[in-house]
């Protein structure tokens, strides 16, 4: 019986080990003042130093109508105030989220705010199964916004494909 139980166990185990880390996907972000759809965050996967952590790259952005005006494979505006003058769609604006599961939260990363090209810790947790909370803070102080989970096959097929396989975070200063 302690066999039996121990094989369960290592099965179990090696099963949690491999599993993906929670809340990858495609998370549509809302402007804070017009409260409109302002862009499309790929979140995703990476080895930081051997651990997995968790990041955020923009693939698409919206236009002042809520249509999708811009994506991965069609980048154009620039994000002047961030170092580098990178385009905004392909900009990592998360970075270095490490999972507590004791919380069900991720901390201890970074994000950016690509229109002032400010950079602030971060947490970020899941409300609702279809809304994550995305918090930029400094100390005590900070803003929360709230993402939209997206369906995948509502969207434009260019984005519905992304490869992160490869994907490593760009770290601006």
């Given at each position: 019986m302690k066999k039996i139980f121990l094989?369960?166990?290592g099965i179990f185990l090696c099963t949690y080990a491999f599993a993906e880390i929670p809340f990858m996907g495609l998370y549509q972000t809302i402007d804070d003042?017009?409260?409109l759809p302002k862009s499309i965050v790929r979140l995703y996967e990476y080895k930081d130093a051997g651990n997995s952590a968790l990041a955020g790259r923009i693939v698409?952005?919206?236009d002042e109508k809520g249509n999708i005006s811009e994506t991965i494979?069609?980048?154009v505006k620039l994000a002047d105030k961030v170092s580098g003058s990178p385009k905004y769609v392909g900009l990592d604006i998360i970075w270095g989220?490490?999972?507590d599961s004791d919380d069900s939260e991720y901390q201890d990363g970074k994000?950016?705010?690509p229109k002032k090209g400010s950079i602030y810790s971060s947490v970020i947790w899941q409300d609702s199964k279809d809304k994550l909370r995305?918090?930029?803070?400094i100390g005590p102080f900070g803003r929360t916004q709230t993402w939209n989970v997206l369906n995948v096959s509502e969207l434009p097929e260019?984005?519905?494909g992304i490869d992160v396989s490869g994907w490593q975070p760009t770290v601006r200063k």
């Open positions: 094989s369960v166990l003042e017009t409260h698409a952005l919206y494979k069609n980048p989220m490490k999972w994000i950016m705010d995305v918090r930029g803070k260019e984005l519905q």
